[in-house]
């Protein structure tokens, strides 16, 4: 699958359509964006473009959120990363718009209103369908070229996205273009053994790249841990303690239990888990063998012997692949597993972080620049990791066919 690149677009001079991901946490009392991290990350494209004229198309949040906000503090950050400014608009396709587009001189940087606050922005809907939206047909109007930097939001099949390369020569941003050439070599060419590290509370999600990395030969092994290591324990019958096992029935993931069963069943022999867990007792970290879990006490993280053991493992590998914390790694006394484990995944040859929750620790710890790849997007990073074509970078790689 073929997309096209900044460098193959002629746009200098040119008025150039820009999808980025800004959405950043944000302080609800003052207001103010808390993390600068995915601003940092599209730098690059738009300073590659700087002899374009650059209309911003973003987003922050969505409806029904606390955070779903203008982009009047977006556009003023940026401004100052950027050392040049940033016009800001608070609309999306009205006449306002058409004037200060209509405005731009070449270098210009200009950043519309949340596109998510259209409503047709917010909807699931396939690439043709999209292209007719009254939103993409006003926003193509607008520009030259589009250029898709959004990787944290390449998952989701809506109009901006996937509706504007449908209708006008298209091509990845910088960020975009090395996420999907980087963890397409996860997949191709990576350093053996490959070892996929799958944590957190997303086990819906995990479970589903630890069966297609392991019946498609992409990995060599899988380790299980945080709560994804929890399902597969009792898949193997052990007791895991009252309150872990009400966890699991409360995110709904009892279902997938019979999913590591058979998972087990196929590939146990290439599926590590820890062989030992620390519990919280009476506020204080206590670690058990996995025969001897207690009933009343919840699992926070993998026991010392097993971080050892496992980081032997990953500092050995060829490529580690990793995504989602070991346990509670908020609380010091459970963030052992997570912070070691890390540290070894980071010796690896090829090292990838899914993004989300595990990127940031790492940015903590000050060993993000160990790893070859920290992805911005931890949902379109999953759902690229189990095989699934992304809907953005398909829209993508349809626009090169038909445009050029």
């Not at 007791?239 to 966890?247: E, F, R, V």
Request: glycine letters at 8%; aromatic letters at 4%; one cysteine or more.
């Amino acid at each position: 699958m073929e997309i096209g690149t900044i460098a193959s677009l002629p746009c200098e001079g040119r008025t150039v359509l820009l999808r980025l991901d800004l959405n950043s946490p944000i302080d609800p009392s003052s207001g103010a964006i808390l993390d600068d991290k995915r601003f940092r990350e599209h730098l690059p494209t738009i300073q590659a473009l700087a002899h374009a004229k650059v209309v911003i198309l973003t987003h922050q949040s969505r409806p029904g959120k606390k955070d779903y906000t203008t982009l009047a503090a977006h556009a003023e950050k940026l401004g100052t990363m950027l050392g040049r400014p940033v016009e800001y608009i608070d609309d999306v396709i009205g006449a306002s718009v058409r004037e200060a587009v209509a405005k731009m001189a070449t270098g210009d940087v200009l950043m519309l209103e949340n596109v998510r606050f259209m409503a047709e922005e917010n909807l699931t809907m396939k690439p043709e369908e999209a292209a007719r939206t009254h939103l993409v047909r006003r926003i193509a109007a607008l520009g030259d070229f589009f250029v898709n930097d959004a990787f944290g939001t390449a998952h989701r099949s809506q109009p901006t996205v996937v509706g504007l390369p449908m209708v006008m020569r298209s091509a990845a941003g910088l960020l975009m273009e090395r996420e999907v050439s980087q963890l397409s070599r996860v997949f191709q060419g990576a350093p053996r053994p490959v070892i996929v590290v799958l944590g957190g509370t997303k086990v819906d999600d995990s479970i589903d790249v630890a069966r297609h990395v392991l019946e498609n030969g992409v990995a060599d092994i899988v380790v299980g841990i945080g709560v994804v290591a929890n399902v597969f324990y009792l898949a193997q019958g052990i007791a895991i303690g009252d309150p872990s096992t009400a966890l699991i029935e409360q995110l709904k993931y009892l279902p997938l239990v019979d999913v590591a069963r058979d998972l087990l069943a196929a590939h146990g022999d290439r599926i590590l888990l820890p062989n030992q867990v620390a519990v919280r007792e009476n506020g204080t970290r206590v670690e058990y063998p996995l025969d001897r879990i207690p009933h009343d006490a919840p699992i926070m993280d993998a026991g010392s012997s097993a971080v050892v053991e496992l980081s032997r493992i990953l500092a050995a590998a060829g490529t580690v692949v990793f995504n989602g914390p070991a346990g509670v790694f908020e609380d010091s006394n459970f963030a052992t597993g997570t912070h070691e484990l890390l540290r070894a995944a980071s010796q690896a040859d090829f090292s990838v972080i899914g993004g989300g929750h595990t990127a940031a620790v790492v940015e903590k710890l000050g060993i993000d620049s160990k790893f070859t790849h920290i992805s911005t997007g931890g949902g379109a990073c999953i759902e690229f990791l189990t095989g699934k074509t992304l809907p953005a970078v398909d829209a993508l790689a349809r626009s090169k066919q038909t445009f050029g």
